[in-house]
């Protein structure tokens, strides 16, 4: 069974420039959680989606967006990039909702220059 | 924000040697859970203690959950280099996990 799959791994953008990170969990998991983890502020939740729609938004700006579609597959937007969205990016997926374990992805990292 | 704080922020430790690190969280729990992540790499989910429990066991590690000191640790015995890596704590549900700051542990030869 493949595990989730992140892309891109690495990713190198510009100032002002916005990027779109993509997520693709577990055959079968239908949430999919992301998360930013930076050396100053550790591992922080971004938002959780569930069958298309978000259930938990974290304490970001509105320049943090996401979605997800019909096939749980998500995505991640970061508009108008600063240096400090510089970040690991991790994407984690669960079969429903309750208390189940989560699977991460092996995170795409976003250097902002 | 992060839940709360693991002790210690480094380790090291010879193969063969047991490492402890602590958690300590803010607010009342459902359960706990303990992750690894290698060089900034995906998380791996290690072990999960529910509020109702004291201790738990899963193959090398020990962890162990005081409610009323809101506090937690992990103990992996008989370490081996393949343990090097980050360990943190999480609280809450598995679509919304608030983490500890984390322990790096480092196990040399």
């Known amino acids: 069974k493949a595990g989730v799959t992140q892309t891109p791994r690495y990713l190198i953008k510009t100032r002002g420039q916005q990027v779109t990170l993509s997520c693709s969990p577990i055959?079968?998991?239908?949430?999919v959680s992301w998360y930013q983890q930076t050396p100053g502020q550790g591992l922080q939740f971004l938002f959780e989606y569930f069958s298309e729609t978000q259930r938990n938004k974290g304490n970001f700006p509105g320049r943090f967006s996401g979605r997800q579609f019909s096939n749980s597959r998500s995505e991640m937007n970061v508009s108008t990039l600063e240096l400090g969205d510089s970040a690991l990016y991790l994407c984690?997926?669960?079969?429903?909702?309750?208390?189940?374990?989560?699977?991460f992805g092996q995170g795409t990292r976003l250097t902002v220059v | 924000s992060q839940q709360g704080e693991e002790d210690p922020q480094a380790l090291s430790i010879q193969e063969g040697e047991n490492a402890t690190m602590n958690c300590s969280y803010k607010t009342s729990i459902n359960n706990l859970q303990w992750y690894r992540q290698n060089s900034g790499r995906g998380l791996v989910h290690l072990i999960l203690i529910r509020s109702n429990e004291r201790e738990k066991h899963s193959g090398r590690l020990r962890v162990t959950l005081d409610t009323s000191k809101k506090s937690s640790s992990l103990l992996i015995t008989a370490s081996r280099a393949a343990d090097t890596a980050s360990y943190f704590c999480a609280t809450g549900t598995a679509s919304k996990l608030t983490f500890g700051t984390g322990t790096r542990l480092q196990v040399t030869l």
């Open positions: 055959s079968g998991h239908r949430s």
């Open positions: 984690a997926s669960k079969l429903g909702q309750g208390n189940t374990e989560a699977f």
